[in-house]
């Protein structure tokens, strides 16, 4: 069994001598000629299957490069390649704008005044409240009530110390 196998390495390394030895053994025979190709053109021969003899003249024929020039594998598509839209950019203004405070609508409505000789009241109404208002008063610490006439009614927004009328009525 050991023969058997020193016999099979020996086979083996023989082998792979020949092989390595080969190749060495033909490039020295045809060093001369190594970088040009021939190319012969087939003539009618008797024979079947016989190649021709090369060219009378000696000179062997060039082989065209013929390796694909760049990419093989590129993506190709009949369809035209989408455009992207170009944004363009509108300066934003950064500037506040600032409002000046300003006074709530009126919330009250006249509804009627009674003059007595020594004090002027007047009947406002603000939803389902009835308020009786002298000049001085203040009404839900929002109102102050400045002063009374004949046609109208002056009040003070107290947040803003902000001054606002109110008809009342006229002369007549």
């Known amino acids: 069994m050991n023969t058997k196998r020193v016999v099979g390495w020996v086979a083996f390394f023989g082998v792979a001598a020949a092989l390595t030895w080969l190749p060495e053994y033909f490039k020295q025979a045809d060093e001369g000629d190594a970088s040009v190709a021939t190319v012969t053109t087939p003539t009618k021969s008797k024979t079947r299957g016989a190649l021709p003899a090369a060219a009378a003249t000696g000179k062997p024929a060039v082989v065209k490069d013929l390796s694909p020039a760049g990419d093989l594998f590129a993506a190709r598509s009949w369809k035209v390649a989408p455009q992207l839209a170009t944004v363009t950019e509108q300066p934003v203004n950064l500037t506040p704008v600032v409002q000046v405070p300003t ?50 009614l002056s009040f003070v927004y107290l947040p803003l110390h902000l001054s606002q009328t109110l008809s009342v009525g006229s002369t007549q």
Do not use: C, H
């Not at 007595?116 to 839900?140: A, C, P, S, W």
């Open 103 to 152: 006074a709530p609508p009126m919330p009250f409505q006249f509804i009627g005044k009674l003059n007595d000789r020594t004090d002027l009241q007047v009947f406002l109404q603000n939803g389902e409240k009835i308020y009786v208002v002298r000049k001085g008063d203040v009404i839900d610490d929002t109102w102050r009530i400045e002063g009374i006439s004949d046609v109208e």
